[in-house]
């Protein structure tokens, strides 16, 4: 399946995917956890599937705006984990790339 059948045959999640990753959302209000009542001592983010490869932009911008989103956050980020497939081939330019990006 070529790329552009894949993303127009789930167009709904790919757009939607763009627009919660490419759009800062500093100031709306989504419920929290109320940190000091509940006696939270760790505050995690998770990415997976970033999918980095070297020579494509595309992905690697939608890990860089993921990143501002977080740095924007309404509470502190202790740690952020990363669950996996971070690159495509495993190859030694893409992974500099994720941690250049990173």
Known sequence: MTVVKAIFSNFTAFLMAILLTC???KGIKLPL????????RLTLEMLSDTHIESAELFRQGF???GLKNLDRACCDIDAVINTGDITNYADDASMAKYFDII
């Open 23 to 25: 759009v800062p959302y």
């Open 33 to 40: 956890i109320d940190t000091e009542k509940e006696n939270c």
């Open 63 to 65: 890990l860089i705006c």
